[in-house]
């Protein structure tokens, strides 16, 4: 999918999110990357084929 040179990670790559945003809706929380993945506010994200990458927020740690 991606025409940049060089080109972005694919949605297989573990550094997926590092592709381009090619529409951003940042009032209905998501990002497409030009490799195909839906990239939510909340961290997670939708492949292209279909699987869900579970949200990875940060672990508040107690005091």
Same mark, same amino acid.
């Given at each position: 999918?991606?025409?940049?040179?060089?080109?972005?990670?694919?949605a297989e790559?573990?550094?997926?999110?590092?592709?381009?945003?090619?529409?951003?809706?940042? +009032?209905?929380?998501?990002? @497409? /990357?030009c490799n %195909?993945?839906?990239?939510? +506010?909340?961290?997670?994200? @939708? /492949?292209?084929? %279909?699987?869900?990458?579970?949200?990875?927020?940060?672990?508040?740690?107690?005091?």
């Open positions: 999918m991606c025409q940049h040179r060089p080109e972005c990670p694919t790559s573990e550094d997926r999110e590092a592709a381009v945003p090619v529409a951003c809706h940042p +009032e209905q929380g998501w990002s @497409l /990357l %195909g993945v839906l990239m939510f +506010e909340d961290t997670g994200e @939708l /492949l292209p084929d %279909g699987r869900v990458i579970a949200p990875r927020r940060p672990v508040a740690h107690a005091v």
